[in-house]
């Protein structure tokens, strides 16, 4: 069983420029959810998708979409980059929307905006 | 365990001591807590989880008391390693028209020292 894998796992970006964040569930997972992690804070919520729907969604500007794929793998982009996007971006996949258990995060992608 | 910007809260503790990591959530509708432990590099590892009908629940090494009166979440950790050095965080969960998502709290850092 894999466990949540994401991709690149550190990326630099210029101010202005758009960025895309992948991540692959684990196995029998199917629904993922993205975090934003500022440095010395706590993760938070941007959106969850569920059957490739948006399932809920933080307090974060429309300029952060994603998309989730049959396979259940996402992707998260933000355009438009500005230097406060600078962070750790975590996806985490759980069994089904409705779990309260077994929310698996994988070890993030360290966006640098410069 | 709350912080602001960088400074998050530091626990030292000696190797082999008990900790107490304490944790003050924010709704009091909130059903399910968890916390997780997250190393440098890595994303947050669920540790254990604890329901709203439920004051202690106890794992490997590690009990969790929940006080819903005063919305207070603390995690004990027994005979501390060096390999619980880590950053833990609360995570407080509601049920939202079927979707559960972890809310998480700014977290404490542990330095266990050998």
């Known amino acids: 069983e894999t466990g949540v894998t994401q991709s690149p796992t550190h990326l630099i970006k210029t101010r202005g420029q758009q960025v895309t964040l992948r991540c692959s569930s684990q196995s029998g997972h199917n629904t993922v959810s993205w975090y934003q992690q500022a440095l010395g804070q706590g993760p938070q919520f941007i959106f969850q998708y569920y059957r490739e729907e948006e399932n809920g969604r933080g307090n974060f500007p429309p300029r952060f979409s994603g998309l989730q794929f049959p396979n259940y793998s996402s992707e998260l982009n933000v355009n438009a980059l500005e230097l406060d996007d600078s962070a750790l971006y975590l996806c985490?996949?759980?069994?089904?929307?409705?779990?309260?258990?077994?929310?698996?995060f994988g070890s993030g992608t360290r966006l640098t905006v410069v | 365990g709350e912080s602001v910007g960088l400074h998050l809260p530091t626990l030292s503790v000696q190797e082999g001591d008990n900790s107490i990591i304490n944790c003050a959530y924010s709704?009091?509708?909130?059903?399910?807590f968890i916390w997780y432990k997250q190393e440098s590099g890595k994303g947050p590892q669920f540790i254990i989880d604890?329901?709203?009908?439920?004051d202690k629940r106890q794992g490997q090494r590690v009990t969790v008391l929940l006080n819903k009166t005063v919305k207070h979440l603390s995690l004990q950790i027994a005979a501390t390693q060096p390999g619980d050095s880590a950053v833990y965080f609360c995570?407080?969960?509601?049920?939202?028209?079927?979707?559960?998502?972890?809310?998480f709290g700014r977290g404490t850092s542990l330095i266990v020292h050998p």
């Open positions: 709704n009091s509708a909130s059903d399910y």
């Open positions: 985490a996949s759980s069994p089904w929307t409705g779990a309260n258990y077994g929310y698996t």
């Open positions: 604890i329901r709203s009908n439920m």
């Open positions: 995570a407080e969960t509601l049920n939202k028209g079927g979707s559960y998502i972890p809310t």
